[in-house]
């Protein structure tokens, strides 16, 4: 194996772009669930933006309309989430469940005609800078303004929940929905727009995988990613540099266990394939193990619903 | 009275006529269960090609898409042959035991099972293809054309028939080029495009410059298509996903075996056999050859593709070596189909360990 400088920075930016949409679907979570919203949707909402950005693309040949019109699509189907949960007050849990059923059942309807159908080409930033700086030029430059969104979302989200007065109060609407709603903070409308803004980026994170990193529709092909970003957003107790870093160790490990079987190191593939799973938990706890911090940033009415007149 | 008598006598004679009539020209229904969903263009979109062939020569057929290897599939099983089916195609390895268990119940239903071995009941006969004969095409192709000697295959899971094919395509490679490596990395799924895009990619990055697949989706041809690498598509013809990288791919062709078979239970000439077809029979198709490929190297690929069909050339011939130097077939000798059905050794020149 040869290593140089460059083939480093190649591996790196492949785990990057796996890291993708775990770090955008984990992000919007992160905000419906600091509202004191859980949603288990997130795989039945990436599953509706990657057919909807897949489909859109290929009817309208426009990758903007396609791109947003995800975005939309997951909207919408939070939107029945958000409905059910905050209107008619149905359970959390079991609402959220039955969102990723519809979703895998309906995209999987929708997508009968977009089986078998190559993707378009989605453009790339910088692509002339490629070979300007060993080792950081492939993790830099080259990408799609997707990936870049995504590495810039977890600051942005950090500062928008301790910086803002829109982040204070969706915390206080997670943490106490009885207090805000005496402050005089229309708690259903806060956590509406939380569940439809998670809505929105797990549609993102759909359409990145159908229409950028691997542009094609095939069934199921969200793979549990939903699943391990909701996982990414309980061990990193709420906080989005750590989904960040969870993302990256998840991302990597996948990738590297295929370096090192591709170079024949003698290691149990089965546990070369267990190992991203392990890892990013282990990490992730050990690195939250702060209870005070844990306590501060857990969403205290997470999955709990909330009566405007008890 | 007697009139009464004699005309229910003959109406009922006439009712008799036509039930047993009905009886005798009573449609011939088929039903096809299904691993994955038939949506996604590998695997299972291949089976249901061969259901749609099925359903044009006249027949009527059912399909249960997404169906487990597990008490499920005996669930699944019982309620098609109660519902009126008269053969019924179980599309994956692992619903032999439910099969199997289900026919015992249901005599006169045929159950046809694909990629099993067990024949337990006369109304249970198996299907298989020799994709193996496709990948020494693929494997021919492979060693021609890289430059970096190394080639990547995206396997899935250690069974035989994954094994079959890693062996039948590195000693096709190694005949043309005695330099070759072939890297194997484990993705252990059929399909998600994600996992199978990051495999091709560690394989590339590691210098290979040709990639097979052993998983269904079309993920690994567009991956090499961005590296500027050559691949080959697996189950259905990916040539539009990835014009420049995909040099020629397997297909495999379920339609005129399931017509066939529909037929039989049809005329009643159904019976129990084992059937496994190749390039020879086109259960096992190799679709257009890329013209980047020099011409002699076509030329060569045709003709292999004929020699494998009329049976002259065999995928394995010996001598052939396990990785430890083991004699495995003897040189003259062709492996016989039961090496084939159960190998789980790599021949000389593979890298790595089968995962256990």
Same mark, same amino acid.
């Given at each position: 194996?040869?290593?140089?400088?460059?083939?480093?920075?190649?591996?790196?930016?492949?785990?990057?772009?796996?890291?993708?949409?775990?770090?955008?679907?984990?992000? !919007?979570? @992160? $905000?419906?669930?600091?509202? #004191?919203?859980?949603?288990? &949707? +997130?795989?039945?909402?990436? =599953?509706?933006?990657?057919?909807?950005?897949?489909?859109?693309?290929?009817?309208? !040949?426009? @990758? $903007?309309?396609?791109?947003? #019109?995800?975005?939309?699509? &997951? +909207?919408?189907?939070?939107? =029945?989430?958000?409905?059910?949960?905050?209107?008619?007050?149905?359970?959390?849990?079991?609402?959220?469940?039955?969102?990723?059923?519809?979703?895998?059942?309906?995209?999987?309807?929708?997508?009968?005609?977009?089986?078998?159908?190559?993707?378009?080409?989605?453009?790339?930033?910088?692509?002339?800078?490629?070979?300007?700086?060993?080792?950081?030029?492939?993790?830099?430059?080259?990408?799609?303004?997707?990936?870049?969104?995504?590495?810039?979302?977890?600051?942005?989200?950090?500062?928008?929940?301790?910086?803002?007065?829109?982040?204070?109060?969706?915390?206080?609407?997670?943490?106490?929905?009885?207090?805000?709603?005496?402050?005089?903070?229309?708690?259903?409308?806060?956590?509406?727009?939380?569940?439809?803004?998670?809505?929105?980026?797990?549609?993102?994170?759909?359409?990145?995988?159908?229409?950028?990193?691997?542009?094609?529709?095939?069934?199921?092909?969200?793979?549990?990613?939903?699943?391990?970003?909701?996982?990414?957003?309980?061990?990193?107790?709420?906080?989005?540099?750590?989904?960040?870093?969870?993302?990256?160790?998840?991302?990597?490990?996948?990738?590297?266990?295929?370096?090192?079987?591709?170079?024949?190191?003698?290691?149990?593939?089965?546990?070369?394939?267990?190992?991203?799973?392990?890892?990013?938990?282990?990490?992730?706890?050990?690195?939250?193990?702060?209870?005070?911090?844990?306590?501060?940033?857990?969403?205290?009415?997470?999955?709990?619903?909330?009566?405007?007149?008890? | 009275?007697?009139?009464?008598?004699?005309?229910?006598?003959?109406?009922?004679?006439?009712?008799?006529?036509?039930?047993?009539?009905?009886?005798?020209?009573?449609?011939?229904?088929?039903?096809?269960?299904?691993?994955?969903?038939?949506?996604?263009?590998?695997?299972?979109?291949?089976?249901?090609?061969?259901?749609?062939?099925?359903?044009?020569?006249?027949?009527?057929?059912?399909?249960?898409?997404?169906?487990?290897?597990?008490?499920?599939?005996?669930?699944?099983?019982?309620?098609?042959?109660?519902?009126?089916?008269?053969?019924?195609?179980?599309?994956?390895?692992?619903?032999?035991?439910?099969?199997?268990?289900?026919?015992?119940?249901?005599?006169?239903?045929?159950?046809?099972?694909?990629?099993?071995?067990?024949?337990?009941?006369?109304?249970?006969?198996?299907?298989?293809?020799?994709?193996?004969?496709?990948?020494?095409?693929?494997?021919?192709?492979?060693?021609?054309?890289?430059?970096?000697?190394?080639?990547?295959?995206?396997?899935?899971?250690?069974?035989?028939?994954?094994?079959?094919?890693?062996?039948?395509?590195?000693?096709?490679?190694?005949?043309?080029?005695?330099?070759?490596?072939?890297?194997?990395?484990?993705?252990?799924?059929?399909?998600?495009?994600?996992?199978?895009?990051?495999?091709?990619?560690?394989?590339?990055?590691?210098?290979?410059?040709?990639?097979?697949?052993?998983?269904?989706?079309?993920?690994?041809?567009?991956?090499?298509?961005?590296?500027?690498?050559?691949?080959?598509?697996?189950?259905?013809?990916?040539?539009?996903?990835?014009?420049?990288?995909?040099?020629?791919?397997?297909?495999?062709?379920?339609?005129?075996?399931?017509?066939?078979?529909?037929?039989?239970?049809?005329?009643?000439?159904?019976?129990?056999?084992?059937?496994?077809?190749?390039?020879?029979?086109?259960?096992?198709?190799?679709?257009?050859?890329?013209?980047?490929?020099?011409?002699?190297?076509?030329?060569?690929?045709?003709?292999?593709?004929?020699?494998?069909?009329?049976?002259?050339?065999?995928?394995?011939?010996?001598?052939?070596?396990?990785?430890?130097?083991?004699?495995?077939?003897?040189?003259?000798?062709?492996?016989?189909?039961?090496?084939?059905?159960?190998?789980?050794?790599?021949?000389?020149?593979?890298?790595?360990?089968?995962?256990?």
């Amino acid at each position: 194996m040869i290593v140089d400088i460059n083939f480093v920075g190649l591996i790196i930016a492949s785990i990057m772009a796996s890291a993708v949409p775990l770090i955008l679907a984990s992000c !919007g979570e @992160l $905000i419906t669930e600091r509202s #004191g919203v859980l949603n288990l &949707g +997130v795989e039945g909402m990436m =599953i509706i933006g990657a057919i909807s950005g897949f489909a859109l693309m290929t009817v309208t !040949g426009s @990758l $903007i309309i396609a791109v947003f #019109g995800a975005m939309l699509a &997951g +909207v919408l189907i939070s939107t =029945i989430f958000a409905f059910l949960t905050q209107t008619l007050i149905t359970n959390h849990v079991a609402t959220g469940l039955a969102l990723t059923i519809f979703g895998i059942g309906i995209s999987a309807m929708i997508g009968k005609n977009f089986v078998g159908i190559p993707g378009k080409e989605f453009p790339v930033l910088f692509e002339g800078l490629k070979d300007t700086i060993p080792l950081l030029s492939p993790i830099l430059f080259g990408h799609s303004i997707v990936f870049y969104f995504a590495f810039t979302l977890p600051f942005m989200t950090s500062y928008f929940l301790k910086k803002t007065k829109i982040g204070l109060i969706v915390r206080a609407v997670g943490d106490s929905p009885e207090s805000a709603s005496n402050q005089g903070i229309n708690v259903r409308l806060v956590r509406y727009a939380c569940i439809l803004y998670g809505g929105a980026m797990c549609g993102l994170a759909g359409a990145y995988l159908s229409m950028i990193y691997t542009p094609q529709w095939i069934e199921n092909m969200t793979g549990g990613r939903g699943w391990i970003a909701l996982a990414l957003v309980v061990f990193s107790t709420w906080n989005p540099i750590k989904i960040l870093i969870g993302a990256m160790i998840f991302g990597g490990l996948t990738i590297i266990q295929f370096h090192m079987q591709a170079i024949g190191v003698r290691i149990p593939v089965q546990f070369l394939t267990a190992l991203p799973y392990i890892v990013t938990i282990i990490v992730l706890v050990v690195i939250s193990r702060d209870s005070r911090k844990i306590r501060l940033s857990t969403p205290s009415s997470l999955g709990k619903s909330f009566h405007k007149d008890n | 009275m007697h009139k009464f008598l004699i005309r229910s006598f003959v109406s009922s004679l006439v009712l008799l006529f036509t039930l047993t009539v009905a009886a005798v020209a009573k449609d011939v229904k088929a039903a096809f269960v299904y691993i994955g969903p038939t949506g996604d263009h590998g695997w299972t979109y291949q089976h249901d090609v061969g259901r749609k062939a099925v359903e044009a020569a006249g027949f009527k057929t059912t399909y249960v898409e997404g169906v487990p290897e597990s008490a499920d599939a005996e669930r699944v099983l019982r309620q098609l042959a109660n519902s009126g089916h008269d053969i019924i195609f179980t599309t994956s390895f692992g619903y032999m035991n439910p099969t199997n268990k289900v026919a015992k119940e249901f005599p006169n239903v045929k159950f046809e099972h694909a990629t099993g071995y067990k024949r337990e009941h006369p109304n249970v006969a198996t299907y298989a293809a020799r994709f193996y004969e496709g990948r020494t095409i693929l494997g021919t192709i492979a060693g021609t054309m890289t430059k970096s000697n190394v080639i990547g295959y995206v396997a899935s899971f250690p069974i035989p028939e994954v094994i079959r094919g890693i062996n039948s395509f590195t000693l096709a490679a190694q005949k043309v080029n005695p330099n070759i490596k072939t890297k194997i990395v484990w993705a252990f799924t059929w399909y998600d495009p994600g996992k199978e895009a990051e495999a091709a990619k560690a394989l590339i990055d590691q210098g290979a410059d040709v990639i097979a697949q052993h998983t269904d989706s079309t993920a690994i041809v567009q991956m090499a298509e961005k590296a500027g690498v050559y691949a080959f598509g697996q189950a259905s013809d990916m040539d539009k996903f990835a014009p420049k990288a995909v040099l020629t791919s397997v297909e495999n062709n379920w339609g005129p075996y399931y017509v066939d078979r529909v037929k039989a239970v049809a005329n009643g000439t159904w019976s129990q056999k084992d059937t496994w077809h190749g390039i020879g029979d086109g259960m096992v198709v190799i679709s257009g050859l890329d013209s980047q490929m020099p011409s002699d190297l076509q030329a060569k690929v045709k003709k292999l593709q004929a020699d494998l069909a009329s049976g002259k050339v065999h995928s394995f011939t010996g001598p052939i070596y396990d990785q430890k130097g083991n004699l495995m077939v003897a040189e003259g000798k062709t492996a016989d189909d039961g090496m084939l059905a159960g190998m789980m050794t790599y021949v000389k020149g593979v890298e790595g360990d089968i995962p256990k």
